[in-house]
């Protein structure tokens, strides 16, 4: 899966980044090695669910799938 980050120059220093295809995943870092770190933590945290917290039904799936 390739997602678009848009990285910003925060006013008191460093970096932060949004992603926007998903909506509310943003990050910061102090520098731009910390940055690319916390984005991968942030996208992963983002798309992460716990399917423990989910009602299913006998008849439900869960899938997971690379795209």
């Known amino acids: 899966m390739k997602l678009k980050v848009i990285v910003h120059t925060a006013e008191e220093g460093g970096y932060w980044a949004e992603v ?26 983002c798309l992460s669910v716990d399917t423990k917290d989910i009602e299913l039904m006998p008849d439900d799936k869960v899938l997971e799938i690379a795209v």
């Open 20 to 45: 926007p295809s998903i909506p509310g995943c943003l990050t910061q870092g102090d520098t731009w090695d910390e940055l690319l770190q916390n984005i991968y933590e942030a996208i992963d945290a």
